[in-house]
Nanobody, 120 residues
């Protein structure tokens, strides 16, 4: 079994920073692309950033220049450094990844989510 656990959310004032972490655990053979998504009540879950196993990165337009995604493959961990936060960044942030287990089966895995609240 494989799982993802996010941490690092919280309450911050506009203009502040937070760093989210997403740790994968279990019988992991390899992790392909890892994604950060966010969701506000009543809206769909939107992609914020992604990073492939070999380092390809992409961001949603509204976070470019403010958010930085990275990963440490040795630690099976992905990070999201969020700077210059705005009230509209308030959401539940989810980690998602395709994880290959020791049986070489690929699982679409989601974390439980972490709340980020930016006050004005």
């Amino acid at each position: 079994q494989v799982q993802l656990v996010e941490s690092g959310g919280g309450l911050v004032q506009a203009g502040g920073s937070l760093r989210l972490s997403c740790v994968a655990s279990g019988t992991i053979f390899g992790i392909n692309t890892m994604n950060w998504l966010r969701q506000v009540p009543g809206k769909q879950r939107d992609l914020v950033a992604l990073i492939s196993r070999d380092g390809f990165i992409d961001y949603a337009e509204d976070v470019k220049g403010r958010f930085t995604v990275s990963r440490d493959n040795a630690k099976n961990t992905m990070y999201l450094q969020m700077d210059s936060l705005k009230p509209e960044d308030t959401a539940v942030y989810y980690c998602n990844a395709d994880i290959e287990d020791w049986s070489r089966r690929i699982h679409d895995v989601w974390g439980q989510g972490t709340q980020v609240t930016v006050s004005s």
